[in-house]
């Protein structure tokens, strides 16, 4: 018999945390107190001044109807200030800025609006699932960048071969970088700029985490001359204001290459509710606002615990400059399954095998700091006790 499900879904790259969701629901059904540094997703409230804002403008039944095109100029005002304040890059609000359902509805869309059947993406491994998904979607191959620590976790781009840079149209580059925490500098978003320039592919730069830093503010992609005429920047609410059920992003960035995805979207979705639009300029008005800045605050003494917690344990972790994740190198001759699951049940931690973000993440877990700074002491203490 044949199966409603179209055949494109069996190209997705297979979900490797299967195993140890179903461990760590085992460990819970079980009654044990679990520590669970799993999910990406700030356990901490929006501020409450975005609340406020998002109370007063859902009663306005101006903000009810449909909320078509780009995104409200106000919002793309704000971000064009923001814009010019933080990164000194000036924008266009009509042009070179795109307002998002999430970021992840605008990665997932973007090849839809700039790949064509065989071309190829470059996609960094270990990295974020959607970059894969949406280009197999758009009917285009994935060519993989693998990053490593020896290379500060930044792709090499002497080492693709010389078909690939001529297939490729698009390459995704995400710092500061999830899963590994890795901060660019501005000379290799050169390095890029001057390579995407040289063989006519296009960069887009995720960068949902360029807020949460613990010491020198990280670039965007747009500091570089001439950046705007090859790529795109992807910015989100979601990680910076503790915004992720909210969905808000926006992309800056080429006026080509936005007016595409600008297309595809008026044709999958109607805008994004206009309440949460209000809502979002005034998180980024609110940007330097000293309960944002103590957010960051909360994840580096958690981040401070957690490196503390594993190096005394024995595990060769780094201190990461920026995210609220930890990249935690596993006890020398550990893989990272064998990590993952050995921390689950000997400790009742949960943590993410380094492997499920491709081959490239092997030997290293990640740690979301999610968790309260109490209860990091307590999971490193727990952990500190397994012997390797
Ligand atoms: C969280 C995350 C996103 C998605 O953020 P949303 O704006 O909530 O969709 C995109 N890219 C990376 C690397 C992320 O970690």
Redesign the pocket.
């Given at each position: 018999m044949n199966s409603w499900r179209a055949e494109r879904l069996s190209q997705l790259p297979a979900y490797l945390f299967v195993e140890i969701d179903r461990r760590k629901r085992e460990a819970l059904d079980a009654g044990r107190d679990v520590i669970d540094f799993g999910v990406?997703?700030p356990s901490d409230p929006t501020p409450q001044f975005i609340v406020d804002r998002m109370a007063e403008a859902i009663r306005d039944p101006a903000n009810h109807r449909y909320a078509l095109g780009v995104g409200m100029l106000e919002l793309r005002r704000t971000v064009v200030d923001f814009f010019a304040q933080r990164y000194g890059v000036s924008l266009d609000p009509d042009s070179e800025v795109v307002v998002?359902l999430?970021?992840?509805?605008g990665?997932g869309h973007l090849p839809t609006a700039v790949v064509n059947p065989g071309d190829v993406v470059l996609a960094p491994e270990p990295?974020?699932p959607?970059y894969v998904s949406g280009t197999i979607f758009a009917g285009g191959t994935c060519h993989t960048m693998p990053l490593a620590e020896r290379n500060g976790w930044l792709p090499v781009l002497e080492d693709i071969p010389a078909e690939v840079r001529r297939r490729a149209k698009l390459m995704w580059l995400?710092y500061p970088?999830?899963p590994t925490a890795a901060v660019a500098p501005l000379s290799f978003f050169e390095e890029a700029v001057a390579f995407a320039r040289k063989h006519n592919i296009l960069i887009a730069q995720?960068a949902?985490?360029c807020e949460i830093y613990f010491n020198s503010p990280p670039p965007s992609i747009l500091q570089v001359e001439g950046a705007k005429d090859v790529a795109i920047e992807?910015h989100?609410?979601?990680?910076t204001f503790n915004?992720?059920g909210w969905?808000?992003?926006f992309a800056v960035g080429n006026r080509e290459v936005l007016a595409a995805l600008a297309k595809v979207k008026s044709n999958l979705d109607s805008g994004l509710f206009q309440a949460i639009q209000h809502a979002g300029i005034a998180a980024l008005r609110g940007i330097n606002r000293p309960e944002i800045r103590e957010q960051i605050e909360v994840y580096r003494r958690r981040r401070d615990v957690a490196v503390a917690g594993f190096r005394e344990a024995g595990w060769p972790v780094a201190a990461p400059q920026a995210t609220f994740y930890v990249w935690a190198k596993c006890p020398p001759g550990v893989d990272s399954m064998t990590a993952t699951s050995r921390v689950l049940d000997e400790a009742d931690v949960v943590v993410v095998p380094g492997a499920g973000f491709g081959p490239a993440g092997e030997g290293y877990v990640r740690l979301a700091l999610t968790v309260s700074e109490e209860r990091t002491r307590e999971a490193v203490g727990r952990i500190a006790k397994i012997t390797w």
């Open positions: 990406g997703d998002l999430g970021s992840k509805e990665i990295g974020y959607v995400n970088n999830n995720d949902p985490y992807f989100s609410l979601s990680k915004m992720t969905r808000i992003a």
